[in-house]
């Protein structure tokens, strides 16, 4: 919805609150001063919640700037297989070519829309130490 559309809407919205909560109050119908704040509070929300600016909407989001893991090699990085990935809570743990378990968040998973990992997958990752201990960076699948 355009700018203009949510501004009517929000002014629509306006004008029935305000009279709802007049009616409710036992008052005659219009309390300007009531329908001004209404407007008043619905245009600012409207103004806050508007979508973001060609230049802002133009800039790229860091996994959106990583580069495709087509062709590309991933030496140099750790590797290992899922051992299990809950998909409705975003997390599960790897299980590196050296034995050890690491944690890996769908944040970490490289891709875009919905990004998860199904067990026993191979896949390649930095390691990264955060306040839990490691954690896997940059997941990319490899088969």
Do not use: Y
Not at 28 to 56: M, N
Not at 104 to 123: A, E, K, M, T, Y
């Amino acid at each position: 919805m355009n700018l203009t559309g949510k501004l009517v809407t929000s002014l629509v919205i306006a004008a029935v609150a305000s009279t709802i909560a007049t009616l409710l109050q036992g008052g005659a119908i219009p309390d300007i001063p009531l329908v001004i704040c209404f407007a008043v509070a619905t245009l600012a929300t409207a103004l806050l919640v508007s979508p973001p600016t060609r230049a802002s909407a133009a800039a790229p989001s860091p996994a959106a700037s990583r580069p495709s893991n087509k062709g590309e090699s991933e030496s140099g990085r750790a590797q290992g297989k899922v051992k299990w990935f809950n998909v409705s809570k975003g997390f599960g743990f790897i299980v590196k070519d050296d034995g050890d378990e690491i944690f890996v968040h769908f944040r970490s998973i490289r891709g875009d829309g919905r990004r998860s990992l199904r067990d026993g997958q191979r896949v390649a990752f930095d390691v990264a130490n955060s306040t839990k201990g490691p954690q896997a960076e940059d997941v990319v699948v490899l088969d």
